[in-house]
C-alpha cells in the first residue's frame, strides 16, 4: 500500500543552519505531496504542496520538490529560525480516487538559539 | 478568513463516559475528516463524510461513531470511552472530494482527556 517515510528526530539545529528533513514515499501514480506543520499546543497548518512531478512548493522560506524518479519530497529551508521549532509532517494524496491523507510519522525539529 | 472550528477545545471524561466532538468545516467546504493523534504520533485517519454521506473509513473503533448534517457540520460520538483514547481530535475539511492538490484544513483540535 501507499506509505511516506520520514527522517526520524528530533532534529537540532542552530539558527540560521541549513535545514533538510527527508521524505520518500511509496505509491502508485501520481500522489499529490504535502508538508503540514503542527506547532507546540496547535493545529496542523498547511505548509507547501506539489501535484506533480519536477512541482516545486515554497511557503515561508521553506521548499520541497516533487522528485518522481527519486520517489521524494524532501522539505528544505536556508536558514532556520527559532520561530521554525515545530514537528513536520509529510503526507501524501493517492492519484486514485480516496480520500484520506496517508501520513509520515512527523519530525521533530529544535532551532536553538 | 474563515477556519474549520472545533469545540469543545479540551475535554475532560471518565472510563465508560461518552463523549461527543463537533466539528464546524470552513464554509462551502462539503467534505470533513476526523483524524486522532496520540502523544508524539502521526494523525490516524478515523473517517470521512461528503455530502453527508460516509466517504472512507479508517481505523475508528466500533465504540465511536460520526455523522454530517444538512449544515455540513460533523459529530463525532464517543461511547464507553477508555483512557487509550485520550488524544488530541482533529477535524478538516476540503472542498469537494480532496482531489489532487485539494489540501485539508485543518481545525485547532479537541484535546480529549479520559481519567
Known amino acids: 500500500g501507499d506509505s511516506v517515510t520520514q527522517m526520524e528526530g528530533p532534529v537540532t539545529l542552530s539558527e540560521e543552519a541549513f535545514l533538510t528533513i527527508n521524505c520518500t514515499y511509496t505509491?502508485?501514480?501520481?500522489?499529490?505531496l504535502f508538508w503540514y506543520v503542527q506547532y507546540p499546543g496547535e493545529g496542523l497548518q498547511l505548509l507547501l504542496k506539489?501535484?506533480?512531478a519536477d512541482d516545486k512548493g515554497s511557503n515561508k522560506g521553506f521548499e520541497a520538490t516533487y522528485r518522481k524518479e527519486t520517489t521524494s519530497f524532501h522539505l528544505e529551508k536556508g536558514s532556520v529560525q527559532v520561530s521554525d521549532s515545530a514537528v513536520y509532517f509529510c503526507a501524501l494524496h493517492p492519484y486514485r480516487s480516496n480520500y484520506q491523507l496517508i501520513w509520515g510519522a512527523g519530525t521533530k525539529l529544535i532551532i536553538k538559539p | 478568513a474563515a477556519g474549520v472550528i472545533q469545540s469543545p477545545r479540551h475535554l475532560i471524561k471518565e472510563k465508560r463516559e461518552t463523549a461527543t466532538l463537533k466539528c464546524y468545516p470552513i464554509p462551502r467546504h462539503d467534505t470533513v475528516y476526523w483524524y486522532q493523534q496520540g502523544p508524539g504520533q502521526d494523525p490516524q485517519f478515523l473517517i470521512s463524510?461528503?455530502?453527508?454521506?460516509?466517504?472512507d473509513k479508517g481505523s475508528i473503533p466500533d465504540r465511536f461513531s460520526a455523522q454530517q448534517f444538512s449544515d455540513y457540520h460533523s459529530e463525532l460520538n464517543m461511547s464507553s470511552l477508555e483512557l487509550g483514547d485520550s488524544a488530541l481530535y482533529f477535524c478538516a475539511s476540503s472542498p469537494g472530494t480532496s482531489g489532487r492538490g485539494n489540501e485539508q484544513f485543518f481545525g485547532p483540535g479537541t484535546r480529549l482527556t479520559v481519567l
Open positions: 506539489a501535484t506533480k
Open positions: 463524510f461528503y455530502e453527508k454521506m460516509q466517504s
Open positions: 505509491a502508485t501514480g501520481y500522489p499529490s
